[in-house]
């Protein structure tokens, strides 16, 4: 009976997986949205609208940090068009400067994880949420 139900878990996990490699677009608007959430955490910390939690603030880096490290491959040729992409085909004309800005994205956020204070937060966030507007400038179709 246990093994049964490990089973099933087992392929229950890798039909999601499979699922949601299958739409890059609908994975990459759900990681765009983490990191619209965990943004909004930390704006609201480094604002002093809420007070600073260092467990919270290594949480919003680490959202940051999965992301950056997810996003470059979630850009197949397959998925130019369609979903209500605003992905901006200048991310496969120049796709090394893409994934150089997901890896300054990374290491920005990796700087951030460590840190203890509102002072270190703020300056952390402030240089990992840059590369958000950089990115979105160059690689995303406004609407």
């Not at 290594?58 to 999965?66: E, L, M, R, T």
């Not at 997810?70 to 200048?90: H, I, R, V």
């Not at 991310?91 to 509102?118: H, N, P, Q």
Request: proline letters at 3%.
């Amino acid at each position: 009976m246990i093994r049964t139900v490990l089973v099933a878990g087992v392929l229950g996990l890798g039909l999601t997986a499979v699922l949601a490699q299958s739409d890059p677009i609908a994975e990459r608007r759900n990681t765009m949205k983490a990191v619209g959430g965990a943004t909004r955490d930390g704006a609201a910390m480094a604002k002093g609208e809420v007070a600073f939690d260092a467990s919270k603030a290594q949480a919003v880096f680490k959202v940051y940090s999965d992301a950056a490290k997810k996003m470059p491959g979630l850009f197949p040729d397959s998925s130019k068009t369609g979903g209500e992409t605003t992905a901006s085909p200048k991310i496969w004309e120049d796709r090394a400067g893409f994934k150089a800005a997901f890896v300054k994205f990374e290491a920005d956020a990796s700087a951030g994880a460590s840190v203890t204070d509102l002072a270190g937060f703020r300056t952390a966030f402030g240089n990992a949420t840059k590369n958000c507007g950089g990115c979105h400038e160059t690689y995303r179709v406004k609407k």
